[in-house]
């Protein structure tokens, strides 16, 4: 009745931006990520507890951050078929929550596959993904390691709706994701707001889902081929149009900050003097920088030199895995 999983976060290569389904969270297009080590989220869930509990980093999580722990549990219980009993919930991340990394995708993806085990279910990734994809869209994308897409799919239960592993983490060890957080301050706009406001007043929204869906093709070869260049080339033009569409909502919506924008406009200079290096942006001012193992530190000292206050790099991980040891 009580189990511990480990998740790493994921930073998506061709983003998710939209929902077809709010409540079950169902993409327009599917996308495609890379896991990030070190970075780790550690979940202990046990059933049969005296009352519900939730605790995330030392907290006792109150409002729609304990409904949504507690949403999540209520489909294990489904899934198990079984009345568990009420389910006490320790969760801890070792990296800052303002790193935008939406720790949200480590914390639901190991949320999931404890809570399923906690339950005495069988370890199932695709299982899993589909309840870690309930409790935050991204999510769904760590429950396995290397680089994951995660398939729209087209069933209205979302029962198709998953990530697959294209490539475990072993495929390119070279490659590296450096974090250049140049603002620590939570975002203004949380990216469940920010991708509802621009699937329903961005009138390029629907040119996006339609690159989206081909740019997931292209990223899968040029990861196929370990060709850095071209996958750089592809990841920051889906940035630029992942935030084109917000840019274009009403009222308009931009993450970026000016620091992020001449730190991603320098990168093109940095590029020029050989510099393989480049960006992609989430919902928030941080841009995280693709690059190889040679150049990860000329990466951490450029984004230091344009004003990053700190700097995470980061390397392919693994699959959610689960723990002997308990965090209670
Ligand atoms: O899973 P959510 O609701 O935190 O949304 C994540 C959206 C982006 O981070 C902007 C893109 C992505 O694919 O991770």
Same mark, same amino acid.
Request: proline fraction near 5%; charged fraction near 25%; include cysteine.
């Given at each position: 009745m009580k189990a511990t999983a480990l998740a790493h976060p994921n930073i998506a290569l061709v983003?998710?931006?939209g929902k077809r389904d709010d409540a079950l969270i169902l993409p327009h297009q599917s996308s495609l990520s890379l896991t990030l080590s070190p970075l780790s989220v550690t979940t202990t869930v046990e059933f049969g507890a005296a009352s519900d509990q939730v605790e995330l980093n030392g907290h006792t999580a109150k409002g729609s951050e304990r409904d949504r722990v507690l949403r999540l549990l209520e489909l294990v219980r489904a899934q198990a078929k =079984?009345? *568990?009993? #009420?389910?006490k919930v320790v969760s801890r991340g070792d990296f800052p929550m303002a790193a935008g990394l939406a720790s949200s995708a480590a914390g639901f993806a190991a949320l999931a596959v404890a809570g399923r085990a906690a339950?005495? *279910? #069988?370890? +199932?990734?695709? =299982?899993?993904?589909?309840?870690?994809?309930m409790g935050s869209g991204s999510a769904c994308r760590s429950v396995q390691g290397g680089f994951c897409e995660w398939q729209r799919g087209e069933r209205p239960d979302g029962e198709d709706s998953f990530a697959v592993q294209r490539f475990d983490a072993a495929h390119w060890p070279d490659v590296r994701m450096v974090v250049a957080i140049l603002d620590r301050g939570e975002k203004e706009v949380k990216s469940r707001d920010g991708m509802k406001l621009t699937v329903d007043t961005s009138p390029y929204y629907p040119a996006w889902v339609k690159d989206a869906e081909v740019e997931v093709v292209q990223v899968r070869e040029h990861i196929a081929?370990?060709?850095l260049q071209? *996958?750089? !080339? *592809?990841? !920051?033009?889906? =940035?630029?149009?992942? $935030? /084109?569409?917000s840019f274009a909502?009403?009222? #308009?919506l931009s993450y970026m900050s000016p620091g992020t924008l001449a730190l991603i406009l320098h990168l093109k200079e940095q590029r020029k003097k050989g510099i393989p290096v480049w960006f992609t942006l989430d919902a928030g001012p941080n841009p995280v920088l693709l690059t190889?193992? /040679? $150049? +990860?530190?000329a990466a951490e000292a450029l984004a230091r030199a344009c004003g990053a206050v700190d700097v995470i790099r980061c390397v392919p991980g693994g699959d959610a895995e689960l723990k002997a040891e308990h965090l209670f």
């Amino acid at each position: 009745m009580k189990a511990t999983a480990l998740a790493h976060p994921n930073i998506a290569l061709v983003k998710y931006w939209g929902k077809r389904d709010d409540a079950l969270i169902l993409p327009h297009q599917s996308s495609l990520s890379l896991t990030l080590s070190p970075l780790s989220v550690t979940t202990t869930v046990e059933f049969g507890a005296a009352s519900d509990q939730v605790e995330l980093n030392g907290h006792t999580a109150k409002g729609s951050e304990r409904d949504r722990v507690l949403r999540l549990l209520e489909l294990v219980r489904a899934q198990a078929k =079984a009345d *568990l009993g #009420p389910a006490k919930v320790v969760s801890r991340g070792d990296f800052p929550m303002a790193a935008g990394l939406a720790s949200s995708a480590a914390g639901f993806a190991a949320l999931a596959v404890a809570g399923r085990a906690a339950a005495g *279910l #069988p370890s +199932e990734p695709r =299982a899993a993904s589909i309840l870690a994809r309930m409790g935050s869209g991204s999510a769904c994308r760590s429950v396995q390691g290397g680089f994951c897409e995660w398939q729209r799919g087209e069933r209205p239960d979302g029962e198709d709706s998953f990530a697959v592993q294209r490539f475990d983490a072993a495929h390119w060890p070279d490659v590296r994701m450096v974090v250049a957080i140049l603002d620590r301050g939570e975002k203004e706009v949380k990216s469940r707001d920010g991708m509802k406001l621009t699937v329903d007043t961005s009138p390029y929204y629907p040119a996006w889902v339609k690159d989206a869906e081909v740019e997931v093709v292209q990223v899968r070869e040029h990861i196929a081929k370990r060709d850095l260049q071209a *996958l750089g !080339e *592809l990841c !920051e033009r889906n =940035a630029w149009r992942m $935030h /084109a569409t917000s840019f274009a909502a009403n009222p #308009p919506l931009s993450y970026m900050s000016p620091g992020t924008l001449a730190l991603i406009l320098h990168l093109k200079e940095q590029r020029k003097k050989g510099i393989p290096v480049w960006f992609t942006l989430d919902a928030g001012p941080n841009p995280v920088l693709l690059t190889d193992a /040679a $150049h +990860e530190v000329a990466a951490e000292a450029l984004a230091r030199a344009c004003g990053a206050v700190d700097v995470i790099r980061c390397v392919p991980g693994g699959d959610a895995e689960l723990k002997a040891e308990h965090l209670f």
